[in-house]
């Protein structure tokens, strides 16, 4: 045996699993294809700026965090908790009551937050804030539409508001996703102030690595796995490698190539960062539209942010960084620069003529969509010695890749024996 445990992919599923299964004193070796690690969660540097591969942020109300992370260390610069709401020629100001008292009057007094639609959102959300163990996932579950509607939630709140921030959210602007799941991220949001890293989403992956006894082999494809009597085969173009179980923790798109497993659909986004040269103005909310009749945005765009006015770590001294996000459900989700900087101008109300796009992000797999209903898989063996982690066996988020991660790791040791 080359080691104990093959785990693939180095993404935040299976570099969490590795470290658990070092933890227990197993030798580990974890292939990944690509150049770096962090599966869906990279950072470049463009040109001085830090650029994440399409927008994300990280909440450090996620329980899974606790779980190893130094979260400290990663140096978090927050969003406010709360939305910029555009509306025509208005501009509102939403936010959580507790963390920005300052906001209060402006956010009752918005004609987005009707009284009405502030008592339905209590009742859509209130009992999973209450709760204090996460529940059961049993079987009784719906749609994020249709539980939505069953509140009574249906005004200019959730049309104006929630619909548009929860589909750039989830890259889903269709409300199909499991409402259990989609509560469960509006009660982490509720709870924790999301954030960037100071040295961009990539050092929340490159520091589980750096816990990694044997460093990730990069540029490590596995194109083949395969059971035998007493172990399983990895196949790489460097050869096989033997081990004693395999973890494959590939994403959604990749599982299917590996192991018979059905591929998770997945939904996607892009992202537009910008350079621009004056600050515009923006603040530390991200900014969503709802200039359209009857809600939701007007132009392409589903949510902006002047990321600089949030994380300065991400913009060179004197410059600033704005990102821009469109969907990929929606017929204008692939909008070409003319249109984007027309909706950018419309929304920041300043001529984009000096803006330098920086990177445009195409990014076809964000999330595994999650339909009702939401319940626990356990550990996914598809062999003796095979199984698969990953957000999809979970939950779509960074909260769902790691319990996944730590999930298979336990599998594991406890076949292993
Ligand atoms: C644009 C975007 C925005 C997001 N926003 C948020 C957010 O705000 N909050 C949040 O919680 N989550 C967000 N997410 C989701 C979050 O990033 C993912 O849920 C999480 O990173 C998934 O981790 P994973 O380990 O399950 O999979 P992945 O990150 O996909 O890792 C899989 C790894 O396997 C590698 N691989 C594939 N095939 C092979 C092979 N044959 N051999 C070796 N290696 C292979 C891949 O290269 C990759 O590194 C976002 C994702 C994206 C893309």
Not at 360 to 380: I, N
Request: hydrophobic share 40%; proline share 7%; net charge neutral.
């Amino acid at each position: 045996m080359d080691t104990d445990v093959i785990v693939i992919g180095a993404g935040l599923a299976g570099l969490q699993c590795a470290r658990h299964l070092e933890r227990e004193g197993r030798r580990v070796i974890v292939l990944e294809a690509s150049d770096a690690v962090g599966g869906r969660i990279r950072t470049d540097t463009v040109e001085g700026f830090q650029v994440d591969r399409g927008f994300q942020v990280l909440n450090p109300a996620y329980p899974a965090l606790k779980d190893g992370i130094d979260v400290d260390a990663l140096d978090l610069q927050s969003f406010g908790v709360g939305v910029v709401v555009r509306d025509g020629d208005t501009t509102d100001t939403l936010a959580h009551p507790l963390r920005h008292p300052e906001h209060l009057l402006s956010t009752l007094r918005s004609r987005h937050t009707p009284p009405a639609d502030l008592i339905a959102l209590a009742r859509w959300i209130g009992p999973t804030l209450l709760r204090t163990k996460r529940p059961a996932r049993t079987a009784t579950d719906e749609t994020l539409r249709t539980s939505l509607d069953a509140a009574g939630f249906t005004g200019r709140l959730r049309r104006d508001v929630l619909d548009t921030f929860l589909a750039g959210v989830l890259s889903d602007s269709t409300g199909g996703n499991s409402a259990r799941y989609v509560r469960q991220l509006v009660r982490y949001f509720a709870l924790g102030a999301p954030g960037l890293p100071s040295a961009g989403m990539r050092a929340l992956p490159e520091q589980l690595a750096g816990t990694l006894s044997e460093p990730v082999r990069l540029g490590a494809a596995a194109r083949q796995v395969r059971e035998t009597p007493d172990g399983v085969e990895v196949a790489t173009d460097d050869g096989v490698l033997r081990a004693r179980a395999v973890v494959v923790a590939v994403g959604p798109q990749d599982v299917a190539g590996l192991v018979d497993v059905a591929v998770p659909a997945t939904h996607a986004l892009t992202t537009w960062w910008f350079r621009a040269p004056s600050r515009p103005a923006g603040g530390r909310f991200l900014t969503i539209d709802a200039s359209r009749a009857g809600g939701g945005p007007a132009g392409p765009i589903w949510n902006t942010a002047v990321i600089s006015d949030v994380a300065p770590t991400y913009a060179p001294a004197g410059e600033h960084l704005v990102q821009a996000t469109t969907l990929l459900d929606r017929p204008d989700g692939l909008a070409n620069e003319s249109e984007i900087r027309r909706d950018l101008e419309r929304l920041y109300r300043t001529s984009t003529r000096d803006w330098d796009v920086l990177a445009h992000h195409v990014v076809p797999h964000t999330l595994p969509s999650q339909p009702p209903p939401l319940t626990d898989r356990g550990p996914a063996w598809v062999g003796e010695r095979t199984t698969v982690a990953g957000d999809h066996r979970e939950s779509g988020s960074i909260q769902g890749a790691l319990v996944s991660g730590a999930r298979a790791a336990g599998a594991v040791l406890s076949r292993l024996g």
